[in-house]
């Protein structure tokens, strides 16, 4: 059987999600929730004023199972997250906001670095928000597909918050799965851990920088950071090594890693102490080896994949002037940066591909004109944005 193209798996989604959603178990459904927005802290009253002429979007159960973090081969995940472009942006942006950065990283005891490691790779320094309104996407997941239970309690939260009027209905745009502003907080997590980092009397993620840091590094301090700690290091395995101890949770003294042959990839000796590591293998033994500490262990709280907490920790590490590792991912085909992904893009676009705006997102639009790229250049014909597709592209003028 024929695999069918991404495109038309992503309009089976859409007719099957639409079919599942019906305007009258969405009102039903929204009956429910009133009935339980009282004990959650959001009156009948203020329930009935903002979700007046409220209606689902089908198109958010698109994404329900699929998360890039979790999908996303690590070394495309990285590449596309920690690049050249975003360290300089970021290293923009820490002298930009240095006096803020600096109150926030005092105040709540936690790196500045990583808070604006955070920034980027969660809104690319307030570029990409999303636009979909939270109570329409939320609405929708806690009524339609699944997890409705959690997404019940963030669409209530988005009430609450709406309700107390720190950010105005018509800015409380985000992501499909509701997580908003700057350093993109669920509406959860904004109404226990947001601050008023400018003094204006409110919490404001959307059009407060300030307000943003601040938040971030409160989260950061309640999920556990240790000032003046790492996150961890990249250490290179001995020839044979016994990968069954490997593990994020997994943790032993340093002298245990040391007694099995471990050794730092920027060969600094492993200091023993008391802190315990677990051993992480994003892409398997032949891959990046990183022994990671209880700030990794933070970093994972706020999004919770280890493909995540790395990036974050990496490009904190690329602004403080760390370099690449120096263990090559398992791969001959490596990912594209996002400056890549735009040369791509125009290379596509070139040979009459509709792409749509160049931006180094790899939409529906981009990965089918790299399918029928891949199939008329005879490479792995999959869909994924690589080295070898972008070498061949200019190799290959367009036309021929």
Avoid at 172 to 183: C, D, E, I
């Amino acid at each position: 059987m024929q695999p069918i193209s991404f495109a038309l798996y992503l309009t089976l989604l859409s007719s099957t999600a639409a079919a599942q959603v019906s305007a009258e178990r969405f009102s039903t459904c929204l009956a429910t929730l009133r009935a339980e927005s009282a004990a959650k802290g959001v009156s009948t009253a203020a329930f009935d004023r903002l979700t007046s002429g409220l209606t689902p979007d089908p198109s958010v159960l698109e994404f329900l199972d699929y998360q890039p973090e979790f999908r996303t081969p690590i070394w495309d995940y990285l590449a596309s997250l920690v690049d050249d472009e975003r360290v300089a942006d970021a290293l923009a942006m820490r002298e930009k906001w240095a006096g803020t950065l600096a109150a926030s990283a005092e105040r709540y005891q936690v790196d500045g670095d990583t808070v604006i490691a955070v920034w980027g790779v969660e809104s690319n320094f307030g570029r990409n928000f999303g636009k979909r309104p939270l109570l329409t996407s939320l609405g929708t997941l806690a009524c339609f597909g699944r997890r409705q239970a959690y997404f019940r309690g963030e669409f209530l939260s988005t009430l609450k918050i709406l309700d107390r009027g720190d950010i105005a209905p018509d800015r409380l745009v985000g992501s499909w799965a509701g997580a908003f502003g700057h350093t993109q907080f669920m509406p959860s997590t904004f109404l226990r851990l947001a601050v008023d980092g400018d003094g204006d009397g409110k919490r404001d993620l959307m059009d407060s920088v300030p307000d943003a840091l601040a938040s971030t590094a409160n989260f950061l301090h309640k999920a556990g950071w240790r000032q003046g700690e790492p996150w961890g290091y990249e250490v290179v395995l001995p020839a044979g090594f016994d990968t069954s101890v490997s593990g994020r949770g997994n943790k032993r003294p340093l002298s245990s890693w040391i007694g099995r042959g471990i050794r730092r990839a920027d060969g600094q000796p492993i200091v023993t102490s008391d802190a315990a590591a677990g051993l992480l293998l994003p892409a398997g033994p032949r891959g990046p080896a990183f022994l990671v500490f209880r700030n990794f262990d933070a970093i994972y709280g706020y999004n919770a994949a280890e493909s995540y907490a790395l990036a974050i920790a990496h490009l904190a590490d690329r602004i403080k002037g760390g370099k690449v590792f120096v263990t090559p991912w398992p791969t001959d085909d490596p990912g594209l940066s996002r400056s890549e992904r735009r040369e791509l893009q125009t290379l596509l676009a070139g040979r009459g591909y509709p792409i749509g705006e160049i931006d180094g997102m790899i939409g529906a639009n981009s990965r089918q004109a790299i399918l029928a790229e891949q199939k008329r250049l005879g490479l792995t014909v999959d869909g994924r944005p690589g080295q070898k597709l972008l070498a061949a592209l200019r190799a290959v003028p367009a036309g021929r």
